[in-house]
Structure formats: structure tokens, C-alpha cells
């Protein structure tokens, strides 16, 4: 099993775990899309807490990436992800994070 592989799997599991409704294969389409990043810890993960980390989600992911225009629907959008996956879980992963967000907004066609 690759790296990457063992990455997709723990991520699925992660979601399984969470009772999250996400596709395994829109989870390695975007795991494959974030590249190197998944292997680093701090940047495999989100500081949901961070008001940074969260504007560089919605200008480089969510603008940039899945092309939706700003507005407070993607604030909104970003806050009901983080509930999703737990503001109290201290392993908010990206890709679990941006494949909830694609699923939410229906850009799935991103990833095909």
C-alpha cells in the first residue's frame, strides 16, 4: 500500500468514524489534489479557531479552487462544516474539511 493509499484509508475511516456521508473517491480526489501537503502534520490538519486559516480556505479553496464568489454564504458554509466534523475534534483534517465543502456546494465536477 503507497503512502498516499494509507492516507485515503485512514481518511475514509476518519469519516466513517465521524458518520460523515463522504465518497472514498471524492475523498482521494481531493486528497491527490492537496499533493505534498498531506504528509506535513500542521498542514494535513485545520486551526478552525485560526480567523487566518479560515479566509485562506474560502480565497485559495473555495474562490480559487471550486470558483464561488465570496459572500457570507461561504462563512456560513465553513462554520457548518467545522460542526460537522467536531469543533472539538482536534483532527479536523483538510481533506475531510474540502470534501465536505465540495459535496456542500456541489462541485463535485471539480474533482471528476
Request: net charge positive.
Amino acid at each position: 500500500m503507497s503512502k498516499l493509499e494509507e492516507k485515503i484509508a485512514a481518511y475514509v475511516a476518519e469519516a466513517k468514524k465521524l458518520n460523515l456521508s463522504l465518497d472514498e473517491k471524492l475523498i482521494a480526489a481531493v486528497a491527490k489534489g492537496l499533493g505534498p501537503s498531506i504528509y506535513n502534520a500542521d498542514a494535513e490538519t485545520i486551526a478552525a479557531s485560526d480567523k487566518a486559516e479560515l479566509d485562506r480556505i474560502k480565497t485559495n479553496f473555495l474562490a480559487k479552487k471550486l470558483g464561488l464568489a465570496d459572500g457570507p454564504a461561504l462563512d456560513i458554509a465553513l462554520e457548518e462544516v467545522i460542526e460537522q466534523v467536531g469543533k472539538s475534534n482536534r483532527n479536523k483534517y483538510r481533506v475531510i474539511v474540502y470534501a465536505l465543502l465540495v459535496k456542500k456546494f456541489k462541485k463535485e465536477s471539480v474533482y471528476s
